[in-house]
């Protein structure tokens, strides 16, 4: 009936920071051939920054291309964090606590990386100095009067992401006290020092527990808003463009964060599936944690449809020769016919069919194909609503165009894929990925009760 | 600089029922306004500069068609869709009535050209070059941009202000619409179109070319009330662009309908 | 009872499984008497709305829709509310939420009024113009804007009118199918007519393993697609009857809107009803805090959703500047009905927010239900501004709103069809409750095996069980 058997606290620890104090042979080589992929890009995106945009296929029409589908990619993985930890932890799911620390810290880096999107899109990344005034800490500038134009939905955006990036860096930060102190009192010299800093004087005391839990439970519900908040300025970006018609849907913003909780929570259970495999943490991230999340996901697949199907209707619903143009460019023309019906495909239908049987749903392999075709799919459907939108911009048929990008752009795109699995892979030499102290507390309020002649598991519950 | 100055409102009419297709407004704008040369490749990659163009258009089917041409410049919107969306201010809405690009606070967002209904403004992909044979012929009163830049038809507003420039201090006279008027401030466009197509003015002028049509179209929203020709683009849009065009007159229209294709 | 009592004040109940069966049985078949006085008075309202549309029906006909506006509003405010609140039972059961065994009974009873819903759009069949438009000249459209896009047969009339049917069908199958164990009890403790229709409900039900694993099983089944299905219909509804017939109105948000409207408004509506069983029917010993501590964190979540759907619709038509869609935002949310839209928007977000942001109000019985007052007025307050505002929006084929048309107010007529409506869906609900026990007994008896007190480390806490 339960699935796991229940550790002793000795081994959860020996387990789960063996990723750090006794790294497997592959991690350098891996870790390495990793950066030289990001270090291609940052080649890439010098020659790019060095030569001018004109070396991606940018052009006039298609003035927003694969940079900000990348962006808006990225801003909806790191939507899986929050998602994961703040509503799971709010509703008592049992199942959420080997995946909290994983998600929050893919939302971490993810973010970091989406934010790099813009400032290389610009051209001149120097130059967004002033656009990121928003920004915590960077101040204002006032001596020239430059200020940032409220209206934008381009300066709403980077506030809202760096409220979102300071608040979830705090989440991990508070989640990984006492987990910073196992491993303060497990390493000597410079680490131990600068572990100990960063458990900030932790020493398990029911006051400091105390606070650590009403911290992690204020936190969570505080940033239930923001996390919406930042996907909804994202679409409003587009939704704000008055001039595209496909672009400019009242239902863009929960459409968008329904999609970036969609390929979130893949992401996730992706990033699960790997660690289980890479640091064989069987007895953690097990089948039901897997299961649980595929099952979630199957709500919010069929959740993101509907919301997608009414962006849909609704571009065909007002009869107007400009949208019936665009829409069938969009739906109609080769290639983006065929990049269509793979996105819906790979989004919707192949993952649910997948998770509807629950053999496949128990089963990496499968789920793993799942998961990414899911953010293949998403990763399609924002480049399919930013360039045909574009494409096909009003009447002036004259002024018509298309969009085919350049190596640079491809290189920078593949790479940050690199970068953000690098950058994980280097948290979890640092620190643990799965959270102990999680795991120990849901292993003691474990339990089981007699109904009948079975026994069902149960938990104890706090309130 | 001009101290007095009067508020200008200044507009533009395009008679589509003159213009012939001949791109010499085109040609005189690239000149006037410092555009890099359109190469063959900046036209295959979309990104040639054309701060006004004419735009083709073929009506009816082969071999019964005619061409349509309609110069598109900036439409200058009172209400323009480029401008709250700058994060920087870099476009704003000036005193005159026209619609203005600040080069050196763009940081080159591109989010004004999406927002762009007519698609006027042009992004620098590259740093700008000309052949050596025409490093002397940039003109002095406008800036280079550097790439990275949105640009855009500015309604030639270097040559206003020298207008305004001379009738102040070289000719001692006082600046309103009569002396202005007098001035004859003409865009490049204008200047070069052979025939006249192009009438650009003070909408404030009360006697002067523009101000009748820009009534009309105001007065009437609905096209069949209208006295004159006027018109604008993508009115449904509300946009109130400060530039407008008079309905070309078919004398011999197609005797198949014709359909409006690209 | 005595665990209730030293358990958190209620928050945790645990009906002892003997005596339950016999209690539900007693009080189905009591008639107290304000009972009596809710069903005479709700038979009086449905009187009086009977005269008020027969009265609207001589004196305006049905060829023009204006007229019908208040009807449309009542009938819509019924299906949102109504289809949506079975799904309350349904979602819940679904994720093994323990807190929601009192009220399954309760929300799935609502579709029983899925008649009502059936039988009250009949007339609003007629009244819908065609898609087509008769006189097509210079600037009107010739096929009016709808979700119908190549128009198949009998759209949109006949296809609403099926959906609207088929869930009403659709939610009886699952009333049967929740009710049936506790049918076949009845079946056992009534006599007479009682009996008689109890075991024709009950059929074959003798509780076998194999029969409680189909009805499980049914019950995810139905559910799932019970959801689906009523989405699909709420998006049908909303667009037909509502946005469809405001000239350049393309919003969408609004059927999402509507649906959330609907959830938010079932829930709320749920919530009136426990309170008032926990107040005054003699159920206290059913109904724990923990239920409405849980259901008004939803609530306070479902008020959220809906301010932030409400705030990106606003937001986006704000933005553009656009004439067609500033007309709308005028009409519909500052100008014609901008005074129904601020007391909807302080009825549906205001009032249930600021209630609900405070624990101690949630973990009370009163605060949610007051919250739930609350939602119940907004999610009226919102069908009679959406529905009587598209039924007076002018010509149905114009591209976009001439100006700003005047709000219209009801007449004498349009009151009695609105009181009417409410006075026949209570009237159908409170006689429901007199056949099928208000207590879903065989979920009570589940959740009893499932929870139990236990020792962990010094003190006493509450164990539940999560079986597969």
Known sequence: MQEGTVLPAQQVNRDLLRSILDPPGWFWPVVALLGLIVLVAFGAAGYMINRGLGVTGMNRPVMWAFFLTNFVFWIGISHAGVMLSAILRLSKAEWRRPATRAAEVLTVFSLMTAVLMPLIHTGRPWRTIYWIYTAPFVPYDFARGIWPNVRSPLVWDPSAIFTYLTSSVLFVMVALLPDMAVLRDRTTGIPHRIYGMLAMGWEGNSRQWKFQIIAGILLSALILPVFVSVHSIVSWDFSMTVSVKSWHSTIFAPYFVIGAVHSGVSAVAFVLILLRQVYGWQNYIRHEHIDGLARLLMFVATAWFYFFFMEVIFGFYGREADEIALRSFQFTESPWNIWMMIFVGSTYFLPMAIWLVRPARRNLWIMSIACISVNIGMWLERFLIIIPGLARKQMFTFDWGTFRPSPVEIIIIFATFALVTMLMLLFSRVLPLIPLYDIKEGDILKTEIQIGRRTVPATFRED | ?262 | MAANQAHNAGMWVFPRAEEVSGDMAAKSRAMPRPMVAAITVSAILLVLGIIGFVARAVDDGFTDHAPWGYYAAIFSFLLMVTGAAPLVALVFRFTKSHWRRPLSRVSELFALVGILNLLMFIPLMFVLPAINNPGAGEEAMELRRTIWFEVPIGAPHWWDALGVGFLAVLGLAILWLASVPDLAEARLTSGGMRRKFYSLMAGHWFGTKRQWEMQKAGLAVLGAFYFMFLIWVHFIISTDYGQSLIPGWKDSIFPVLYSLTGLQASLGLILIIMFIMRRWGGYQEYIGISLFWSASKILLGLSMLWVYHVFSFMITYWYGRLEVEQDILKYLFTQSYGGMFAANFFFSFVMPFFLLLWNPVRKTAWGPALAGVAVLIGALLFNLRIFVGAFNAGDVYQHALNGVPPAVWPDIWDIFMVVGGLGAAALIYLTGTRIFPLISVWEIKEGAMYQRMGTFIRGEYLILAKPE
Not at chain 2, 230 to 238: C, N, P, Q, W
């Open chain 2, 1 to 262: 600089m001009v101290t007095n100055r009067i508020n200008h409102k200044w507009g533009m009419v395009v008679d589509l029922d003159k213009c012939t297709g001949c791109q010499a407004c085109v040609v005189a704008c690239q000149s006037e306004n410092n555009l890099p040369i359109n190469t063959k490749d900046s036209f295959i990659q979309r990104r040639a500069y054309e701060w006004i163009r004419i735009e083709r258009y073929w009506e009816g089917e082969y071999p019964n068609v005619k061409a349509r041409f309609i110069p598109i410049m900036c439409q200058h919107c009172e209400n323009a869709p480029c401008e709250p969306v700058c994060p920087v201010f870099a476009t704003y809405h000036n005193d005159e009535g026209t619609n203005v690009q600040i080069y050196n606070r763009c940081i080159g967002t591109r989010y004004c050209a999406n927002n762009c209904p007519y698609q006027v403004r042009f992004f620098n992909w590259w740093e700008p070059k000309w052949p050596k044979t025409l490093r002397n012929h940039l003109n002095t009163d406008v800036t280079v941009r550097s790439r990275g830049i949105m640009e855009k038809c500015s309604f030639c507003v270097q040559r206003i202000r020298r207008g305004e420039l001379t009738v102040e201090r070289q000719e001692g006279g006082k600046l309103d619409h009569k002396t202005m008027g007098e001035r004859n401030v003409l865009p490049a466009c204008v200047q070069a179109c052979p025939t006249s197509a192009l009438t650009f003015a003070d909408q404030g002028d009360e006697t002067g070319p523009v101000r009748k049509y820009f009534d009309d179209v105001n007065e009437h929203e609905h096209h069949g009330d209208r006295t004159t020709r006027g018109y604008r683009l993508l009115e449904e849009m509300a946009t109130k662009p400060n530039v407008i065009y008079l309905k070309k007159v078919d004398q011999f229209p197609l005797t198949n309908g014709g359909n409006h294709g690209g």
